[in-house]
């Protein structure tokens, strides 16, 4: 099972920045092997998909609502996906989750909340 802990959450401003970081341990494959994701859910809302990177990194999807404001990369040697978040508004507050996915086993994280204000 995999363990991943998020953090960089918090409140920010509208217009301003955040860099949510997912540290990955207890893996049993190789972490680049993990195909890695972020979600995110606000209040009284179901999780929604943000962003995802393949295991190789080569690739990255997003949600249309964050197209052109959110960075999804991964650095396999430190174990860590990152999420950039830019030009944040007041819609994009949710707890944000990791995910990591191999042989069609998912892992989640914890979550960090971010707060945007208007």
């Keep these: 099972q995999v363990q991943l802990v998020e953090s960089g959450g918090g409140l920010v401003q509208s217009g301003g920045s955040l860099r949510l970081s997912c540290a990955a341990s207890r893996f049993p494959l190789s972490f ?12 009284g809302k179901q999780r929604e998909l943000v962003a995802g990177i393949t295991s190789v990194g080569g690739s990255t999807n997003y949600a249309d609502s964050v197209k052109g404001r959110f960075t999804i990369s991964r650095d396999n040697a430190k174990n860590t996906v990152y999420l950039q978040m830019n030009n944040l508004k007041p819609e994009d507050t949710a707890v944000y989750y990791c ?7 998912d892992s989640w994280g914890q979550g960090t909340q971010v707060t945007v204000s208007s």
Excluded at 32 to 43: E, L
């Design 32 to 43: 680049g092997s993990y195909v890695m994701s972020w979600y995110r859910q606000a209040p």
């Design 99 to 105: 995910k990591a996915r191999a042989r069609a086993l």
